[in-house]
């Protein structure tokens, strides 16, 4: 018997801001399965099922209210009103709220994360939320232990991101999450985004404007990619960039937010977690593709990016592979 996709409300409230409403139909509603049936319901409602106001100059309306709540496995709360809005919970986020099943995953994108803050599911919690409001967010409620510098945070059942984009890449992460690399590689590739910035990761980096016909690290970053089974030192990223290792080293900050050996490294395990969801080879076979030389040198790596050995991340996604 087929199994139901697991269903994602997102709950619009008033003052809504539009573009953050949209990204969980956008990346949930664009992961599909290996027969290309669809692995999230995506549905939007609004406490009353009636119109709301965005942050715009516009309204929506929606086709439910909060009673779809009550089957909700995953919840998403988007910024609105004037984006810091709440000191208290607002009555009918209260009453949406209390129509969750326990166990229901719970996010917010940007400041959202002041709803969820106001409902008391932060307190004690490691969360984020932009940049800006961070401060705010850690003066209101001292419960919470604010990072005001990473993109998202994932506290299993409650997960919170940073400003606008960072809401991409906390869906993205669940949908890896949920269903590994290569489902969450596709539906990146469907809206033209990066495929996998880490949670970790600055919120805010200052990317100067490039020079005119300055490629910067790009064509090194594309080479390293098809070449991540050989040792790469700086001093071959730099050659191939045409730059010393001290600019090198400057222009990675710059570009992707990290020094170039960091990024080797999570590129090296991003590639690695594929093989082990989509292939069969034995892991110290993987581990030489992926650059890590050794079996030991893999597990140590993976576990210490997603907390799991590869046996374990293979049995995820790969069950009959092991049974």
Same mark, same amino acid.
């Given at each position: 018997?087929?199994?139901?996709?697991?269903?994602?409300?997102?709950?619009?409230?008033?003052?809504?801001?539009?573009?953050? +409403?949209?990204?969980?139909?956008?990346?949930?509603?664009?992961?599909?399965?290996? !027969?290309? !049936?669809?692995?999230?319901?995506?549905?939007?409602?609004?406490?009353?099922?009636? =119109?709301?106001?965005?942050?715009? /100059? *516009?309204?929506?309306?929606? /086709?439910?209210?909060?009673?779809?709540?009550?089957?909700?496995?995953?919840?998403?709360?988007?910024?609105?009103?004037?984006? #810091?809005?709440?000191?208290?919970?607002?009555? !009918?986020?209260?009453? %949406? +709220?209390?129509?969750?099943?326990?166990?229901?995953?719970?996010?917010?994108?940007?400041?959202?994360?002041?709803?969820?803050?106001?409902?008391?599911?932060? /307190?004690?919690? $490691?969360?984020?939320?932009?940049?800006?409001?961070?401060? !705010?967010?850690?003066?209101?409620?001292?419960?919470?232990?604010?990072?005001?510098?990473?993109?998202?945070?994932?506290?299993?059942?409650?997960?919170?991101?940073?400003?606008?984009?960072?809401?991409?890449?906390?869906?993205?992460?669940?949908?890896?999450?949920?269903?590994?690399?290569?489902? %969450?590689?596709?539906?990146?590739?469907?809206?033209?985004?990066?495929?996998?910035?880490?949670?970790?990761?600055?919120?805010?980096?200052? #990317?100067?404007? $490039?020079?005119?016909?300055?490629? @910067?690290? %790009?064509?090194?970053?594309?080479?390293? +990619?098809?070449?991540?089974?050989?040792?790469?030192?700086?001093?071959?990223?730099? %050659?191939?960039?045409?730059?010393s290792i001290r600019t090198l080293t400057r222009r990675f900050h710059e570009e992707v937010g990290?020094? $170039?050996?960091?990024?080797?490294?999570?590129?090296?395990?991003?590639?690695?977690?594929?093989?082990?969801?989509?292939?069969?080879?034995?892991? /110290?076979?993987?581990?030489?593709?992926?650059? *890590? @030389?050794?079996?030991?040198?893999?597990?140590?790596?993976?576990?210490?990016?997603?907390?799991?050995? =590869? +046996?374990?991340?293979?049995?995820? *996604?790969?069950?009959?592979?092991?049974?």
């Amino acid at each position: 018997m087929a199994r139901s996709p697991h269903r994602v409300v997102v709950l619009a409230l008033d003052g809504v801001i539009p573009f953050e +409403l949209g990204i969980p139909g956008r990346i949930f509603g664009g992961a599909r399965g290996p !027969e290309g !049936e669809p692995l999230y319901d995506v549905v939007t409602c609004t406490p009353d099922g009636g =119109p709301v106001r965005t942050h715009a /100059d *516009f309204s929506i309306a929606v /086709d439910h209210d909060a009673s779809v709540l009550a089957d909700a496995d995953t919840l998403v709360v988007p910024p609105f009103g004037e984006c #810091r809005p709440i000191d208290r919970l607002p009555e !009918e986020l209260a009453a %949406a +709220l209390a129509l969750i099943r326990p166990g229901t995953r719970i996010m917010s994108i940007c400041t959202g994360s002041f709803a969820l803050a106001a409902a008391g599911l932060l /307190d004690g919690r $490691p969360a984020t939320t932009h940049w800006y409001e961070a401060a !705010e967010l850690q003066r209101r409620y001292p419960r919470i232990r604010v990072d005001p510098d990473v993109l998202f945070v994932d506290d299993g059942d409650v997960l919170t991101s940073a400003g606008a984009a960072s809401g991409i890449d906390l869906c993205l992460h669940l949908v890896r999450r949920d269903h590994g690399s290569e489902v %969450a590689n596709r539906v990146a590739r469907q809206v033209v985004v990066p495929p996998w910035r880490d949670g970790g990761q600055a919120q805010y980096i200052e #990317r100067p404007v $490039p020079e005119p016909h300055d490629a @910067g690290t %790009a064509p090194a970053r594309s080479w390293a +990619l098809e070449h991540l089974d050989r040792p790469i030192s700086l001093s071959k990223l730099a %050659a191939r960039a045409g730059m010393s290792i001290r600019t090198l080293t400057r222009r990675f900050h710059e570009e992707v937010g990290m020094s $170039p050996g960091r990024w080797l490294a999570r590129q090296r395990v991003e590639l690695a977690r594929h093989l082990l969801e989509t292939t069969d080879l034995p892991v /110290d076979q993987i581990a030489r593709r992926a650059g *890590f @030389g050794t079996a030991v040198s893999l597990r140590q790596h993976l576990h210490a990016a997603i907390g799991v050995s =590869p +046996l374990a991340y293979r049995r995820t *996604f790969q069950p009959e592979a092991l049974a």
